[in-house]
């Protein structure tokens, strides 16, 4: 187990070196922020003296090193626009990108794997074909759509929810949470739902599927040949064998979830990291979207460890695989 962890911590060090190159270099390829940050009447010396002090008058290169040497001290730049450290900035809006995701993973998990259990149980029967058509839906529907469509239904339409914003918090261990009363949940539902609806039908289908393989293992003939009960047989043989795909698939997802909840918070005016990528990119401002770039893709690598924790403890295979 030990040489698996540290196995994996190397790995995820090299991926965000990588990344971290990567996402400078494509940041700095969007355009100069010079043009929004200085008067268009501005002399060229004006021009020169703001660019220096940004640190934008190197070459590319130079000013990726520098910003490896600050990153190795907690410093990604500060905002061209804010004046503030942008990782501050990031570290802000974090909190409600976490609620969103997690409460839409929550949604995926007890919609999707219940019902995925019932459609592999049961495959040729009407109602697992109606729900794996719903999943059909789920997967082609465009997030941007089946938001507004949401907000047109029960927002304007039906007047039950508030159309965007995150709604009043309450400090949770230090941590903004809107989750502690009815109006933050009234708020988070909505954009929940929405980011939701491609992981349910994703973990609707995987469940489905490692259900019907399941269940036509040998032990699960063993079992019945037992006079073991169906519901024994599947709640202890079946969900234990299905659990580790779903467990793999469900940390995954988790941290797509954070990574493009971009799409739902623009359109439902969610305070989170996303809305704010989309906001510093149409400025051009370069730190904040290159720290909200590395801040999640260290959450990415951070939950993909996890992960891999969790399916060594889940699968002994793996552990006595890493010791070899």
Do not use: C
Request: hydrophobic share 55%.
């Amino acid at each position: 187990m030990i040489a698996l962890v540290l196995r994996r911590l190397l790995q995820s060090a090299l991926v965000l070196l990588v990344m971290s190159l990567l996402v400078f270099v494509a940041v700095y390829a969007i355009g100069d922020p010079i043009a929004l940050l200085v008067d268009p009447q501005a002399d060229q010396h004006d021009v020169a003296r703001v660019r220096a002090s940004l640190g934008l008058d190197a070459p590319w290169w130079a000013q990726y090193g520098y910003f490896l040497v600050a990153a190795g001290r907690g410093d990604l730049g500060q905002s061209f626009i804010h004046g503030e450290p942008a990782i501050r900035l990031v570290l802000e809006r974090m909190p409600a990108t976490l609620e969103l995701a997690s409460a839409a993973l929550l949604i995926a998990l007890f919609a999707g794997v219940p019902l995925g259990l019932w459609a592999g149980l049961r495959p040729n029967s009407i109602s697992a074909r109606l729900v794996n058509g719903l999943s059909l839906l789920g997967f082609s529907l465009p997030t941007f759509w089946v938001g507004m469509m949401l907000i047109m239904l029960f927002a304007v339409g039906l007047g039950w929810l508030p159309t965007g914003g995150r709604g009043p918090t309450e400090p949770v261990f230090g941590v903004p949470l809107s989750i502690t009363g009815i109006a933050g949940w009234r708020h988070l539902l909505l954009p929940a739902a929405t980011l939701a609806l491609f992981k349910w039908s994703l973990l609707l289908r995987l469940t489905a599927g490692a259900t019907r393989e399941a269940m036509r293992q040998d032990y699960v003939r063993f079992a019945r040949a037992r006079g073991l009960s169906p519901a024994r047989i599947v709640g202890v043989h079946v969900l234990k064998n299905i659990l580790i795909p779903i467990v793999t698939v469900s940390g995954l997802e988790f941290g797509s979830l954070i990574a493009f909840a971009v799409v739902t918070e623009t359109v439902f005016a969610w305070p989170g990291m996303g809305k704010l990528l989309i906001d510093s990119i149409a400025v051009l401002d370069r730190p904040v979207v290159v720290a909200y770039l590395l801040i999640t893709v260290a959450l990415f690598v951070a939950i993909n460890l996890v992960v891999d924790l969790l399916y060594a403890l889940l699968d002994p295979r793996v552990r006595f695989g890493s010791t070899a």
